[in-house]
């Protein structure tokens, strides 16, 4: 078991990220992106074919909190260098998740062999930017401290449509204190283009939460009782969307996988 | 009775901070000043003889949301240009609150009997700036509507202590459905001279709230299901802390009655 674990984490330099797309883009590293190159940009991940990008493009405008884009790629160009000099949409997110048809079909973490000359890549901004913010601040963020994924919940809150793109919000939940609360949206307010400012804090059945210990995905987290839960449109929403957009292809990253970029995140701060 | 009342309140110009002062001065006015001379910087008040005004100053300082100073006075001089050319603390506040040795004496409407040489007057910024700003950005609020005063409660906050100033914060509490109080913080951020962000939110009982419904001075506002109480630092501490230094002499406003000063609410927002 030793060795499995060593053989699944070989060395490479994780602050640089550079240093960690090319872990990804040769299989080093197939794992969560979380704490990987402190300081640097991460982003969600989704691709469609260039018929049904037109609509997402409309879709990511009318909706800049879920879907915040930092850049998309050129129909059948897997580059993007606006956000990295080396990147390859292709081979640099270290899973990624195929949907036929708007159906769930499996997890892969290379996309050579699914490429066309007709896809378009999306990159948006992701809360691992606004996170390091609110821990440089010293507010605490649990699912960090133990190891896990940050709990997201599919919500009642309807995004604005965008052709064939319909659906739910989904939200990340992070607990704080009230104090801390009021902190993190004053922190986050400062994000625009990672979500910016929560969408709702401390009545989780408002927004269609039946049970906060039930993430639709990742892992729980306590909110005890002298905290409130604050919640954050997720980039995570396009995967709910594209349920409804049914694409005959969408690949998005994996939840929590995510691809690195070279943007630094003090650089998307407004104020 | 229709008469009593048009004697009460007779006419004058209603959004002009000079004729708001004016109508103070000459005791035509002596009512809450809510809703007067709109866009004028309002400000609460605190008397003290100069031994105690260096502590207050000092107390100020360690706790700029409940005591964001706007002003003070030279000792014995009752005037402060810098708020209003023909400002005059003995006269210009519509109703004030007497203290001997802590405890309330009476209210009076005029001080020029009581003003001494060595009196120092603080002007301290009032909610009812950052009320516009939530007004304007199409945020109700209940109390307003309703024509009451804003609630307002004794927490078990600690002040920071100076001298013989010590005791706990007052808040004044304003309910919001879970998107307004998000956006209520961003707005309230921007101006930190009249209290700022909140201090609090959603769990009174967390800052020694016992019951919501009862409000230590003020008038009970309703909270309703799908809303949060938001708490702000209030402007009536130092009438609580005052009851802990226990001066010979303190002169207050009288919760709600401010004195209207030239200063431009706009002028004090800092983004």
């Known amino acids: 078991m030793a060795i499995a674990s060593a053989v699944a984490t070989p060395s490479f330099d994780r602050s640089d990220p550079r240093a960690v797309r090319r872990a990804v883009r ?31 493009f409309v879709y990511c405008q009318r909706n800049p909190r879920p ?37 769930f079909v499996e997890d892969v973490t290379d996309i050579r062999h699914l490429w066309r000359d007709d896809l378009v890549a999306f990159v948006l901004g992701c809360s691992f930017s606004f996170e390091e913010a609110l821990m440089e601040a010293g507010l605490p963020l649990r699912y960090v401290e133990q190891g896990k994924n940050v709990p997201m919940f599919l919500t009642n809150i309807d995004t604005a449509p965008a052709g064939r793109f319909h659906g739910k919000m989904v939200v990340s939940m992070r607990p704080f204190t009230p104090a801390g609360a009021i902190r993190a949206v004053q922190i986050t307010t400062r994000f625009p283009t990672v979500h910016g400012a929560p969408v709702h804090i401390g009545k989780p059945e408002l927004i269609g939460i039946e049970d906060i210990n039930r993430p639709w995905v990742g892992d729980p987290t306590e909110v005890r009782e002298d905290e409130l839960p604050v919640f954050w449109a997720c980039g995570v929403t396009p995967q709910s969307v594209v349920r409804n957009a049914r694409p005959p292809l969408c690949i998005t990253h994996t939840p929590g996988h995510m691809v690195v970029t070279d943007v630094k995140n003090a650089s998307l701060a407004v104020l």
């Open 26 to 56: 040769t299989g080093a590293h197939a794992g969560h992106t979380a704490g990987l190159a402190p300081g640097y940009v991460q982003g969600n991940v989704c691709i469609l074919p260039r018929d049904f990008a037109d609509d997402f």
């Open 67 to 103: 879907c915040p884009l930092l850049g998309a790629t050129d129909p059948g160009d897997p580059r993007l260098p606006a956000l990295a000099e080396d990147f390859d949409i292709r081979t640099d997110v270290p899973r990624y998740r195929v949907f036929r048809d708007g159906e």
